[in-house]
C-alpha cells in the first residue's frame, strides 16, 4: 500500500506535473487516425517532385489552429496587463517629477525626504514589474503547450497518413509535413515581448475571446476544433 510506514497516506508531491490538460482524448485520437488513413489511401498529398508538397487540409487546420491559440494567449496576456502598464508608466512620471524635485531642493531634511520618497516608488516600479514578467512568462508556457501539442497532433496524423499512402516513403524521405516556427515570442528567451506585438504584429485586445481559449486546458481548446 502506497503511503508512509506509520500507513497515513503519503502527502502529494507539490512541484511540477504533467499536466492531464496536454493528453489527447480517444475521441480526437480516432478523428485524427481516421481522417489520416482516408488522405492516404486518396493519395493525398500529391507528390509530383521532389520538393515537399502542399499540406493536407487536416495539416492546414491544425496549424491554423496552433497559431489561433497562440495569437488568443497573448491578446489575453495584453489585455490582463494592460492596467499593470499603465500603473507603471504613472510611477515612472512619479519618478522622473521626485527625482527633479529631489535635485532642486537645497535643505538636508527636503533632500532626504525626496530619497525616501524615490525609494518607495522604484519598490512599487520593482514589484510591479516582477508581476508583469510572471504573467508574460505564464503565459508563454501556456502558448508553447499549445505549439507542443498541435505539433503532437500533427506527427500523429503524418505518421499513420504515411504507412496508407502510395508514396509514403518518399514523404517521409522529404520531411513532410513542415509547419511554421512559434512566433519570436513563444519561442525565445523574452517573453515581455508579447506585449510589444510578438513578432510586430499589433496586439489585440479580444478579452472574451481569448479567455474563451485561455481558461481551458491546451488539449480541451484543441479538441474543441477537431
Not at 51 to 65: F, I, K, Q, Y
Not at 110 to 136: K, M
Not at 144 to 168: E, I, K, V, W
Amino acid at each position: 500500500m502506497d503511503g508512509r510506514p506509520d500507513g497515513r497516506a503519503a502527502a502529494r508531491p507539490t512541484g511540477f506535473t504533467v499536466d492531464p490538460g496536454d493528453r489527447l482524448g480517444t475521441g480526437t485520437v480516432l478523428a485524427l487516425w481516421w481522417s489520416a488513413v482516408l488522405d492516404g489511401r486518396s493519395g493525398l498529398p500529391q507528390l509530383a517532385d521532389d520538393s515537399a508538397p502542399p499540406p493536407t487540409p487536416r495539416v492546414g487546420e491544425l496549424d491554423h489552429r496552433r497559431l489561433e491559440l497562440i495569437e488568443r494567449e497573448r491578446a489575453r496576456l495584453v489585455a490582463d496587463t494592460a492596467d499593470l502598464l499603465v500603473r507603471r508608466e504613472e510611477i515612472d512620471a512619479r519618478i522622473r517629477g521626485t527625482e527633479g524635485a529631489k535635485a532642486a531642493a537645497r535643505e538636508p531634511e527636503q533632500i532626504e525626504q525626496r530619497r525616501l520618497r524615490l525609494g518607495e516608488l522604484e519598490r512599487s516600479r520593482a514589484l510591479l514589474d516582477e508581476r508583469i514578467v510572471r504573467d508574460c512568462v505564464a503565459a508563454q508556457s501556456r502558448a508553447r503547450s499549445y505549439d507542443r501539442l498541435l505539433r503532437r497532433c500533427c506527427a500523429r496524423y503524418a505518421r499513420t497518413l504515411l504507412r496508407h499512402h502510395p508514396d509514403g516513403a518518399a514523404l517521409a524521405r522529404i520531411g513532410w509535413p513542415t509547419l511554421g516556427e512559434a512566433p519570436a515570442w513563444v519561442v525565445g528567451h523574452h517573453p515581455t515581448a508579447a506585449l510589444s506585438g510578438g513578432d510586430g504584429a499589433p496586439a489585440r485586445t479580444d478579452r472574451d475571446a481569448s479567455a474563451r481559449a485561455g481558461d481551458r486546458a491546451p488539449a480541451a481548446a484543441v479538441e474543441g476544433a477537431l
